[in-house]
């Protein structure tokens, strides 16, 4: 019995769900930024202006 209970004391199993947790706000967290910044003028316009030069490059 003594030793059941100091194994479910030193059980981690909640450190994974808490880590996966705070992984997860991470990448929302990142996610929303990305989205942000890729959907802004200033980069919309570069990435339009780099694909119309990509598409007239002569080779």
């Known amino acids: ?3 059941r209970l ?3 004391r ?3 199993r909640g ?4 880590e996966y947790a705070v992984g997860t ?3 929302c967290g990142f996610g929303g930024v990305l989205f ?3 959907t802004s003028d200033w980069v919309l316009q570069m990435l339009t202006s780099i694909i119309k030069r990509a ?3 002569s080779f």
């Not at 450190?15 to 808490?18: C, F, G, H, L, S």
Request: net charge positive.
């Open 6 to 8: 100091s194994a479910v």
């Open 1 to 3: 019995m003594r030793s």
């Open 10 to 12: 030193r059980s981690d």
């Open 25 to 27: 706000v991470a990448a």
């Open 36 to 38: 942000k910044l890729l």
């Open 55 to 57: 598409l007239t490059l």
């Open 15 to 18: 450190m994974t769900t808490a």
